[in-house]
């Protein structure tokens, strides 16, 4: 791997001058409360792109695999475990060619249509409007979907809007009607295109910026319901395209995208999701922590516009990329998922817990059988990977207070590819307990850690922990190689906890104070 190693200053200042540690102690002011952390942080992408719609989130009413309405029965169970935020759709570059009128009426007379963008797959578009806004009720979470700006019109998009959420007599409304749903949804999250600079469009900022203007002018409020209306922002180290937006339209927007994915490069292999080394291993730990320093830049532009923060930064794409597995279709993007990628998700929640005074919403890239998953599918088989056990270890800090803690972190792997051995977030949830998430991501180290509450103390404690070899994963032969189980070595102390958290690991603990 040869992309340049860059760690963020915060975590290097953070840590100690040591190449080892034997001990750490986290100390916690549960007194001193900073942002609550929106749960919109913990959001799901799912892009018509491989088998993540077709086979994976959807199978349709017929098939002999177990289905809800069409939906897979063992998907959408594993997703309610998540208590999944938020759900963006239908791209992604798959958005800015995507005519939604395509998907809407009778199954059996919708067109088909050629996925230019990933590997030029037939969709019949069996899973559109409905389906998707369905799904949604059904999860319980928040929709949020990309309009069609690259190749669409200013009417298009319009009238989507209207036949989403218009309940008066309107034309959008009696089609919607016509085509079996009565009530509007509810649409709060509305993405004005997607990677404007790029596949959506190849634009300039200063080209998108009047689009954006004339785009959102047309898409109205309807019947009580408010759009929570998102430009497409930049590319992870773009920062003109932020400037440029916040100068330009920052008053008419309510969020700004930013997309940052862990990939060594755009061109040539980017590394096996399975097999690599401790130098790529600790490599990935780098890159992933240097979204914080992409954030603060980001933040830092946002704020010279608007310094009371109304406006939100979303990542709205984000997680690790790597070489498709040898013998899948090409452009189906479909990639195994280690602990070493569930290390990369509690890592970079740890990173955005920091900044959810602009950071409101962060979706990973992708839900279902595409980049880093949280479930792979094979026909009537599921598995669920070490990434979906991190979003369910951590899914207590949804909507919960964000506590202050500092952790004495030293600096693991070799020279040019080092990365802090340890992060935590700790938070008050909304069950009136404290949640403690801690991630080791040595290879070899244990650490006694002694967790300290400077007020309060702790009467109870449950624990529950990830933990394995870095290149474990879960396979269809094998489903449960990675898995939660409970941790019961922690002790009670006088000051707070004392345990030993093995090597790589991410640990939630549950703790009742008094």
Not at 208 to 233: H, Q
Not at 320 to 346: C, M
Request: net charge negative.
């Amino acid at each position: 791997m040869k992309a340049k190693l860059l760690v963020s200053t915060a975590f290097l200042a953070a840590s100690v001058s040591l190449s080892a540690q034997k001990s750490a102690t986290i100390t916690v002011h549960a007194d001193q409360g900073k942002e609550i952390i929106p749960k919109e942080i913990y959001g799901q992408f799912a892009e018509h792109l491989g088998s993540c719609i077709y086979g994976g989130l959807w199978v349709g009413e017929n098939s002999d695999i177990p289905n809800i309405k069409g939906y897979r029965t063992d998907v959408f169970n594993a997703l309610k475990d998540l208590s999944v935020p938020v759900l963006r759709w239908p791209g992604g570059c798959f958005a800015d060619e995507y005519h939604w009128m395509d998907g809407i009426g009778p199954k059996e007379n919708r067109p088909k249509m050629v996925n230019n963008n990933w590997g030029g797959t037939i969709e019949d578009n069996s899973f559109g409007t409905h389906e998707f806004l369905n799904l949604c009720e059904m999860l319980g979470c928040e929709p949020y979907v990309s309009g069609n700006v690259g190749s669409g019109t200013v009417e298009e998009l319009a009238k989507w809007v209207e036949y989403m959420t218009s309940d008066g007599d309107s034309p959008m409304a009696n089609l919607r009607r016509k085509n079996g749903r009565d009530k509007a949804w509810k649409l709060k999250y509305l993405g004005v295109g997607n990677e404007s600079w790029g596949c959506g469009g190849s634009m300039r900022p200063e080209y998108y910026a009047d689009l954006y203007r004339r785009y959102s002018t047309y898409c109205r409020n309807y019947d009580g319901n408010r759009l929570f209306k998102i430009a497409s922002g930049a590319s992870d180290y773009d920062y003109k395209w932020t400037d440029v937006l916040m100068n330009r339209v920052g008053h008419r927007m309510d969020g700004l995208s930013l997309h940052y994915y862990t990939v060594t490069g755009w061109s040539g292999s980017k590394g096996s999701a399975t097999q690599f080394n401790k130098d790529d291993y600790y490599w990935t730990m780098g890159k992933c922590l240097e979204v914080e320093d992409v954030l603060k830049k980001h933040c830092t532009i946002m704020d010279k516009y608007d310094k009371d923060k109304k406006i939100a930064l979303l990542l709205d794409e984000w997680g690790t990329w790597w070489d498709e597995e040898p013998g899948t279709i090409k452009g189906h993007l479909y990639q195994q998922n280690t602990l070493r990628d569930a290390f990369v998700a509690s890592l970079s929640l740890d990173v955005f817990h920091k900044y959810t005074d602009r950071l409101k919403m962060a979706n990973i890239a992708q839900m279902v059988n595409v980049l880093q998953s949280v479930i792979l599918t094979d026909g009537e088989r599921m598995i669920k990977t070490p990434t979906w056990f991190v979003f369910y270890l951590y899914q207590a800090h949804q909507d919960a207070e964000l506590l202050d803690s500092t952790l004495e972190t030293a600096m693991v792997g070799p020279e040019g590819h080092q990365a802090p051995n340890m992060t935590e977030s700790v938070s008050m949830g909304k069950d009136g307990k404290m949640h403690i998430t801690l991630t080791n991501e040595s290879v070899s180290e244990d650490y006694p850690i002694d967790v300290i509450l400077d007020s309060g103390k702790a009467a109870a404690v449950e624990g529950m922990i990830l933990t394995g070899e870095m290149h474990e994963h879960n396979t269809f032969d094998n489903p449960d190689q990675v898995k939660c189980t409970s941790f019961d070595d922690v002790k009670l102390t006088d000051d707070g906890l004392k345990l030993t958290l093995p090597k790589c690991s991410v640990l939630h603990l549950t703790v009742t104070v008094e």
